[in-house]
C-alpha cells in the first residue's frame, strides 16, 4: 500500500498517520455517517490490497484528513481512493467492483466531489452508487429467499456484520447513507433533480417492523406516525428528515413552475397538507425530549442534525405557501402570516444550536463534517430572517430589527461560516447575512413606536 501510495503524491503515510486519520474518521464523521464498521474497517485496512479494500482506505484517510485540516494530505487520498475505484471496477488484480467496500467508498468520494468539487462530477459518482446498490440489493434479496423462503428483511433484522456481507442485511445503512446524499442533490450548482426510480428502490430496502412483529412500510413510502417513528433509529430519523426535505422541495419546485407558466396543473393542497403533517408528525417525535437531554444521549449529534433539518423543510414549506398566495391579493393577510412563521421557526433552529453548543471547541467539528446536510436549512432559516427585515424596513438605509431576531440571525450567519465548504455555494447568502448585520441596529424589547414628541 505504502509504494503504491507514493505513486500517487502520499509520499509518507506512516502506521501512526494513518491510525491518527482513521480515529478521525471515527471520532467525527461517523457520527453523522455511522456505515462503516469499525471492526471490519481495521481487518479491510491491515489485510490484502485488493482495490476494492483499498478504495474505501483511502476515502476513509480522505475524510479524516479533511477532520484534521490537512488539504493536500485530503486531495492526495481522494486522488488514491479514484484510483482503486477505477481499478476495481476493471476487476485489476483480484479487485471486485460489487462489494460494500466499494459502495461504502463511492459514498465518501461523493461527500467529498459535493464540498470541493463541480456539482456534475459527484452526480456521476452518485449514479456508479446508485447503479451499484441495487444489483447488491438484488442479489442479496435472491440469496435471501433462497435460503429462509421469507419476504424481504425489517428493519430490526438489518446489521451490518462479516457474516452477511454481501447480502441485503448488510447494506442498510449504506442504503441509508447513499439516500441521505441524494436528497440533498438539489442544492448542488445545477437545476433540482427530480425523484427517479434509484431513490425509489433506495427507499424500498428499508422497513420496520411494529410491535406485534406485522411488516410494514417503511415511512419513506408511506404517512407517517408515532408508531412508525417509534421502531426507527437516530440514523434512519435523520434519513428520514432528509427525505422529507427533498419531497418540500420538490413541492416548491412543481408550484413555482405552476407559477410561472400561469398554468393551474399541480394539485397544491394535496401535496401541502401531506407535506406538513408529515413535517409536524416529525418535528414533535423529534422536540419530545429538551435539547439539552439530547445533547446528553448518545446519538446526540444525528437527533440534533434531524432537528435543523427538519425545521428547514417547514420553512421552505410556508416558502410554498407564499409562492401559492401570490396568485390572489386576498390571500396578503396568509402570506404575512407564513413569513411571521418563518421567523419563529428560524428563530426555533438558532435557539438548538445554542442550546446543543454546536460552535463549542469540542462540537465544531462534528457540526462542520455535517455540513453539507444541515447548509441548506440553515441558509432558508438566514433567508428567513433577511427577508422580514428587508419588508419591514424597506424604507430606511439602516435597518432596525429586535434584539432577539438580531441575535438568531447572527447566530445562524456564525455556524454557516463554520460549516461552509469549498464552493462557495453559500458564498451569496453569507455576504448578504453579513451585509444585514453591519446595517442593522439591534433593538430593544418593548417597542416604542407609541412615544410622541
Not at 295 to 321: E, F, K
Not at 380 to 397: E, M, Q
Amino acid at each position: 500500500m505504502m509504494k503504491e501510495a507514493s505513486h500517487m503524491g502520499i509520499d509518507q503515510l506512516s502506521l501512526e498517520l494513518a491510525q491518527h486519520l482513521t480515529d478521525c474518521y471515527f471520532e467525527v464523521v461517523q457520527r453523522h455517517l455511522p456505515f462503516v464498521n469499525k471492526n471490519d474497517f481495521g481487518s479491510t485496512s491491515m489485510g490484502p490490497g485488493s482495490s476494492h479494500n483499498q478504495a474505501l482506505v483511502y476515502a476513509v484517510y480522505m475524510a479524516g484528513a479533511h477532520v484534521d485540516g490537512n488539504t493536500h494530505l485530503e486531495e492526495a487520498c481522494y486522488v488514491a481512493a479514484r484510483y482503486h475505484l477505477e481499478n476495481a471496477q476493471r476487476d485489476a488484480n483480484g479487485s471486485k467492483f460489487w462489494t460494500l467496500e466499494v459502495a461504502q467508498a463511492l459514498i465518501l468520494v461523493a461527500r467529498y466531489e459535493f464540498t470541493h468539487t463541480k456539482a456534475p462530477k459527484a452526480l456521476l459518482t452518485m449514479a456508479r452508487l446508485n447503479q451499484l446498490l441495487q444489483i447488491l440489493w438484488y442479489n442479496g434479496l435472491s440469496e435471501h429467499s433462497a435460503k429462509t423462503q421469507s419476504p424481504l428483511p425489517t428493519l430490526v433484522d438489518l446489521q451490518i456484520t462479516v457474516q452477511e456481507r454481501n447480502t441485503h442485511l448488510g447494506v442498510k445503512r449504506i442504503y441509508l447513507a447513499a439516500l441521505a446524499m441524494r436528497c440533498r442533490q438539489a442544492f448542488t450548482s445545477i437545476p433540482a433533480v427530480q425523484e427517479s426510480d434509484d431513490t425509489r428502490s433506495l427507499s424500498q430496502v428499508i422497513r420496520s417492523r411494529s410491535p406485534i412483529g406485522e411488516e410494514q412500510e417503511f415511512p419513506f413510502c408511506s404517512s407517517l406516525s408515532s408508531n412508525s417513528l417509534e421502531q426507527l433509529d437516530p440514523f434512519s430519523l435523520f434519513a428520514l428528515a432528509l427525505k422529507i426535505a427533498a419531497d418540500v422541495d420538490r413541492h416548491y419546485d412543481n408550484m413555482a413552475t405552476d407559477v410561472k407558466s400561469g398554468k393551474v396543473v399541480y394539485n397544491f393542497c394535496h401535496h401541502h397538507a401531506g407535506n406538513n403533517s408529515d413535517i409536524g408528525i416529525l418535528v414533535s417525535w423529534l422536540t419530545r425530549d429538551s435539547t439539552s437531554a439530547i445533547s446528553s444521549s448518545p446519538d446526540w449529534v444525528l437527533r440534533i442534525l434531524a432537528m435543523i433539518i427538519a425545521l428547514g423543510a417547514r420553512i421552505q414549506l410556508y416558502n410554498t405557501a407564499i409562492i401559492w398566495g401570490e396568485r390572489a391579493k386576498f390571500l396578503s393577510p396568509a402570506t404575512i402570516r407564513c413569513q411571521t412563521q418563518n421567523v419563529s421557526t428560524a428563530k426555533d433552529i438558532s435557539d438548538i444550536l445554542l442550546q446543543a453548543e454546536v460552535l463549542d471547541d469540542s462540537k465544531v467539528k462534528t457540526f462542520r463534517e455535517a455540513g453539507f446536510f444541515i447548509m441548506p436549512s440553515l441558509a432558508l432559516a438566514a433567508n428567513a430572517h433577511i427577508i422580514a427585515t428587508k419588508l419591514g424596513n424597506s424604507d430606511t438605509v439602516h435597518w432596525y430589527v429586535d434584539h432577539e431576531a438580531r441575535k438568531s440571525l447572527e447566530t445562524i450567519y456564525t455556524v454557516m461560516e463554520a460549516c461552509d465548504d469549498e464552493t462557495d455555494r453559500y458564498r451569496s447568502c453569507l455576504d448578504t447575512c453579513k451585509g444585514v448585520l453591519e446595517s442593522t441596529h439591534g433593538g430593544t424589547v418593548l417597542r416604542t413606536e407609541f412615544v410622541q414628541g
